[in-house]
Each structure stands twice: as structure tokens, then as C-alpha cells.
T-cell receptor, first 114, second 114 residues
């Protein structure tokens, strides 16, 4: 079974600065998918960014980018120019190639301070 | 296009009572899921339905039953609620085999069992 670990329960960053959230996972598969979801106080789960393991290029979505290190089984999220609206819980998730189920990490609570 | 909808948004039950959480999606997705989210933990899969007419257990199925009523609707039933089932429940849907893959989440139901 796959496991996903987020080692930072809470983090804070000043507005306009950059912050990196960590995620490691364990799998014996070679092809899979990784995701970062944002959960603001409204509770809605919002997909931030996704990465397919067979793609070597790191995914980027505007101010959000990932550092995908396949050999190290590491998938960190970098948020540049942090905004107050980025305050939320962030979850890392894993999906294997064959199925459709997601395995989530325990989450990191990010606070962006003015 | 409402996406994934859940009812109710909040519910308080006494121990031993039963209730059904309703979920519907209007994206014509084949696969649907039920997760629970407890404090300090990520989402954990309770049950899923890969397609209409099929259901399978996830990571934490004990104390729950599900029904895939049709392609749109997937309900979660608690037959005899226990305080350990106090949680936030999320329904999600996805289309199998799509790229890029994404699960779409409902707004969640906060359930308290006293």
C-alpha cells in the first residue's frame, strides 16, 4: 500500500514571500500521479497542481510549482509571492497508474501573514 | 453545472441513530468516492464505486454502507452512529482513464455524533 507523509503540520510565511511545503511518498510502482490540494476555511477541496511521474519536467501553475524528485520519492510544493488567500490546509495526494483512488497525506496548515 | 453536491451540510446525531448522506454529480463521471476527514489527518477513503452497479471497500469501511443509486448518485449510510464517526465527510467523483486526471470534491458534511 502506498503511504504519503507531510512532515510539516504547520507553517507560516509573510505575504509576498516564498514558502515550500514538503511531501514524501512510498510506492513500488514506476508510473503514478501526484497532486497538491488546497482546503481553505470553506472546506472545499481545490486542486492546485498535479504531476505525472513519467514526466521529468516539474509542473507549474502560475505562482505554484513543484519539485518532483522521483528517486527520492519527494514532491514539494513551492508557493511564490504568497498571498493572504493562500492561507489554507494543503494536502499532498498519490494515485497509482491503474486505479482511481487517492491516498492523502496528513496535511500542512499554511498561514500567510500580512 | 453544479459539480458535486452533498446534503446535508451539517448534522448532529445521537449514538445509535441512523442517517444517510446524499451525494450527486452532474459531470457524467463513472467513478464516485466517499472520504472522511478527521482533525490532523488527511482524507481517508471509506467506499468507492468504480462504475454504476459496483461498490468496493476503501481504507475505513467499518460502520458504513453505500448505495450507487444510478450514475449520478452515491449515498453513504450510517446504520448505528457512534461518536467515533464524528468527522467531516466528502464525496468526490472522477472519470476513469482521463488525462489529466482529477477528482472533483463536494463541499463536505460535518457530522457530530453525541
Amino acid at each position: 500500500a502506498q503511504t504519503v507523509t507531510q512532515s510539516q503540520p504547520e507553517m507560516s510565511v509573510q505575504e509576498a514571500e516564498t514558502v515550500t511545503l514538503s511531501c514524501t511518498y512510498d510506492t513500488s510502482e514506476s508510473n503514478y500521479y501526484l497532486f497538491w490540494y488546497k482546503q481553505p476555511p470553506s472546506r472545499q477541496m481545490i486542486l492546485v497542481i498535479r504531476q505525472e511521474a513519467y514526466k521529468q519536467q516539474n509542473a507549474t501553475e502560475n505562482r505554484f510549482s513543484v519539485n518532483f524528485q522521483k528517486a527520492a520519492k519527494s514532491f514539494s510544493l513551492k508557493i511564490s509571492d504568497s498571498q493572504l488567500g493562500d492561507t489554507a490546509m494543503y494536502f499532498c495526494a498519490f494515485k497509482n497508474n491503474a486505479g482511481n483512488m487517492l491516498t492523502f497525506g496528513g496535511g500542512t496548515r499554511l498561514m500567510v501573514k500580512p | 453545472n453544479a459539480g458535486v453536491t452533498q446534503t446535508p451540510k451539517f448534522q448532529v446525531l445521537k449514538t445509535g441513530q441512523s442517517m444517510t448522506l446524499q451525494c450527486a454529480q452532474d459531470m457524467n463521471h463513472n467513478s464516485m468516492y466517499w472520504y472522511r476527514q478527521d482533525p490532523g489527518m488527511g482524507l481517508r477513503l471509506i467506499y468507492y464505486s468504480a462504475s454504476e452497479g459496483t461498490t468496493d471497500k476503501g481504507e475505513v469501511p467499518n460502520g458504513y454502507n453505500v448505495s450507487r443509486l444510478n450514475k449520478r448518485e452515491f449515498s453513504l449510510r450510517l446504520e448505528s452512529a457512534a461518536p467515533s464517526q464524528t468527522s467531516v465527510y466528502f464525496c468526490a467523483s472522477s472519470e476513469a482513464g482521463t488525462s489529466p486526471y482529477e477528482q472533483y470534491f463536494g463541499p463536505g458534511t460535518r457530522l457530530t455524533v453525541t
